[in-house]
């Protein structure tokens, strides 16, 4: 079996969110059960930089198209997938975030840049393909990959069959009409049944449309996104798909997050012997700038700062945090609102409240260890990594239940099964409960080993993720 893997982020270079990590880990877990994987995306200067051996070999071409003609280079990661970089520099030699300018705002030119990223998956997954290996199927991910199943829908002759992943509904890719000309698409695909969203081009609508199959990164969410609160638009399309709509629930890279041997971590330990948590503990609130305190549990929140992750409720709750008693530790970026209430809360509790605004992957990893309670009052969750990793840290998530934080996060209330706290609505007043129950369970040392071991022993691998995928792809090549 050829499997193309299309992504517009790869960890550990090219990385926004949960995407960017998923797939930088499954094609590998894919790989081991003896697919040949390929990786194809946009060559950013991170990945000319880190690959500068990478060799072109192929010049895809699509005669009286109007997209631009690109090369592909071939590298190959230390893991052994082979990367196709999708090479045309005046729309991806841009350094920083892959979708934003140095403004903040989308790149104008948005849409050409990943409608030619579809354009090559779909080359790749066709008889026009001029390299001796031609993909049997097409895993997409999200809108940048969505018009990918539209294209191999009006190509010609033998072409893949095609698969897309929503990591999540809410970035739907939606441009103006005026576009279309220029996206080498039909004129017919504008149509209800087609790319057409209110009388806009939807590119992910367009995936969701075509492709053979989609699946979502939880079941829950496969669930939620079929109803009208939660699908975001599309969930009479969903519903109308439903046959070919599946959850399969996110891993997470067990060898970048292993507090046993995370290079980023001051001290290791593990599920057997937990004594290095109390020094990564004292170690992270130094460098945060926090009192050196082992007698209050110290709560964190690594995240992109929006809606979504519910942090305002979080940041509702104020000074009442303060009381429980616990430290409290965010790193994060986003809404210019929650930046500044965070930050505000942090002079106003010096010693007791940090904040660091940024991205930082080398913080990420020393807070999971360092923290002992993690925070994710998410609204929607499409699966979410961070609550996965804190299990594996022995940092016990407080999440609200919804999507793929329900399907991994089980209530301490369950005394066997248990390995953390969730909450149902989405409020302050639920949140902070939630906190109380998790900040008293911490006061009890034998209650709280057994929610952490709990956690650190589950396997989280990628290993379930990559059997479910497998399974599908075979089930559409019998089709
Ligand atoms: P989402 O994809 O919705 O942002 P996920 O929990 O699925 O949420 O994945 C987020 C990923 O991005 C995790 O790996 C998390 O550690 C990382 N991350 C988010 N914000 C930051 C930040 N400010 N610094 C470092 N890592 C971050």
Same mark, same amino acid.
């Given at each position: 079996?050829?499997?193309?893997?299309?992504? #517009?982020?790869?960890?550990?270079?090219?990385?926004?969110?949960?995407?960017?990590?998923?797939?930088?880990?499954?094609?590998?877990?894919?790989?081991?059960?003896?697919?040949?994987?390929?990786?194809?995306?946009?060559?950013?200067?991170?990945?000319? *930089?880190?690959?500068?051996?990478?060799?072109?070999?192929?010049?895809?071409?699509?005669?009286?198209?109007?997209?631009? !003609?690109?090369?592909?280079?071939?590298?190959?990661?230390?893991?052994?997938? #082979?990367?196709?970089?999708?090479?045309?520099?005046?729309?991806?030699?841009?350094?920083?975030?892959?979708?934003?300018?140095?403004?903040?705002?989308?790149?104008?030119?948005?849409?050409?840049?990943?409608?030619?990223?579809?354009? @090559?998956?779909?080359?790749?997954?066709?008889?026009?393909?001029?390299?001796?290996?031609?993909?049997?199927? @097409?895993?997409?991910?999200?809108?940048?990959?969505?018009?990918? #199943?539209?294209?191999?829908?009006?190509?010609?002759?033998? *072409?893949?069959?095609? !698969?897309?992943?929503?990591?999540?509904?809410?970035?739907?890719?939606?441009?103006?009409?005026?576009?279309?000309?220029?996206?080498?698409?039909?004129?017919?695909?504008?149509?209800?049944?087609?790319?057409?969203?209110?009388?806009? !081009?939807?590119?992910?609508?367009?995936?969701?449309?075509?492709?053979?199959?989609?699946?979502?990164?939880?079941?829950?969410?496969?669930?939620?996104?079929?109803?009208?609160?939660?699908?975001?638009?599309?969930?009479?399309?969903?519903?109308?798909?439903?046959?070919?709509?599946?959850?399969?629930?996110?891993?997470?890279?067990?060898?970048?997050?292993?507090?046993?041997?995370?290079?980023?971590?001051?001290?290791?330990?593990?599920?057997?012997?937990?004594?290095?948590?109390?020094?990564?503990?004292?170690?992270?609130?130094?460098?945060?700038?926090?009192? @050196?305190?082992?007698?209050?549990?110290?709560?964190?929140?690594?995240?992109?700062?929006?809606?979504?992750?519910?942090?305002?409720?979080?940041?509702?709750?104020?000074?009442?945090?303060?009381?429980?008693?616990?430290?409290?530790?965010?790193?994060?970026?986003?809404?210019?609102?929650?930046?500044?209430?965070?930050?505000?809360?942090?002079?106003?509790?010096?010693?007791?409240?940090?904040?660091?605004?940024?991205?930082?992957?080398?913080?990420?990893?020393?807070?999971?260890?360092?923290?002992? @309670?993690?925070?994710?009052?998410?609204?929607?969750?499409?699966?979410?990594?961070?609550?996965?990793?804190?299990?594996?840290?022995?940092?016990?998530?407080?999440?609200?239940?919804?999507?793929?934080?329900?399907?991994?996060?089980?209530?301490?209330?369950?005394?066997?099964?248990?390995?953390?706290?969730?909450?149902?609505?989405?409020?302050?007043?639920?949140?902070?409960?939630?906190?109380?129950?998790?900040?008293?369970?911490?006061?009890?040392?034998?209650?709280?080993?057994?929610?952490?071991?709990?956690?650190?022993?589950?396997?989280?691998?990628?290993?379930?993720?990559?059997?479910?995928?497998?399974? !599908?792809?075979?089930?559409?090549?019998?089709?």
């Amino acid at each position: 079996m050829n499997l193309l893997f299309v992504t #517009p982020e790869l960890a550990p270079w090219v990385k926004t969110g949960g995407l960017g990590d998923v797939a930088g880990a499954l094609p590998g877990a894919i790989k081991a059960l003896g697919v040949d994987i390929r990786v194809l995306l946009p060559a950013y200067p991170e990945l000319l *930089r880190k690959f500068p051996e990478a060799k072109e070999v192929a010049l895809p071409s699509w005669p009286d198209g109007l997209l631009p !003609l690109p090369s592909l280079k071939l590298a190959t990661t230390a893991d052994g997938i #082979p990367l196709y970089l999708l090479d045309y520099a005046s729309y991806y030699d841009r350094e920083g975030n892959p979708y934003l300018g140095p403004d903040g705002e989308d790149w104008t030119d948005n849409h050409l840049r990943f409608a030619l990223l579809s354009r @090559v998956a779909a080359w790749l997954g066709s008889t026009s393909n001029t390299l001796d290996w031609q993909a049997d199927i @097409v895993h997409c991910n999200d809108w940048q990959t969505g018009l990918t #199943p539209a294209y191999l829908n009006y190509l010609p002759g033998s *072409r893949a069959k095609s !698969l897309i992943t929503v990591h999540n509904l809410a970035f739907q890719g939606l441009f103006e009409h005026i576009v279309m000309p220029r996206l080498d698409l039909p004129e017919s695909a504008w149509q209800i049944n087609g790319v057409e969203y209110h009388g806009k !081009l939807s590119f992910l609508k367009a995936g969701l449309q075509f492709a053979d199959a989609i699946t979502t990164v939880s079941p829950s969410y496969a669930r939620e996104i079929q109803t009208d609160e939660e699908g975001m638009g599309l969930a009479g399309l969903l519903r109308l798909h439903s046959d070919k709509l599946t959850g399969v629930l996110n891993g997470i890279d067990t060898t970048t997050w292993d507090p046993a041997a995370d290079p980023h971590l001051p001290f290791h330990y593990s599920a057997r012997n937990l004594d290095g948590k109390a020094a990564n503990k004292a170690d992270l609130q130094r460098q945060l700038g926090l009192a @050196v305190r082992q007698d209050i549990p110290l709560l964190a929140v690594v995240s992109r700062l929006t809606e979504q992750k519910g942090l305002d409720l979080l940041l509702e709750l104020g000074a009442k945090l303060m009381q429980l008693p616990a430290q409290l530790a965010i790193l994060g970026t986003g809404s210019a609102a929650l930046e500044q209430g965070f930050s505000a809360l942090a002079q106003a509790f010096p010693g007791q409240c940090a904040v660091k605004i940024g991205f930082d992957e080398a913080l990420a990893h020393r807070i999971e260890a360092g923290a002992d @309670v993690f925070l994710m009052p998410s609204r929607f969750e499409p699966c979410g990594l961070n609550q996965m990793y804190s299990l594996r840290y022995g940092t016990p998530p407080v999440v609200r239940a919804t999507g793929g934080l329900a399907d991994t996060v089980v209530d301490a209330a369950d005394k066997k099964l248990g390995n953390g706290f969730v909450f149902g609505p989405a409020t302050a007043a639920a949140l902070l409960e939630a906190l109380q129950r998790a900040t008293q369970a911490w006061q009890q040392p034998k209650t709280w080993r057994r929610l952490q071991k709990q956690g650190m022993t589950q396997d989280w691998s990628w290993d379930n993720a990559a059997r479910r995928y497998v399974e !599908l792809y075979r089930s559409l090549l019998s089709k």
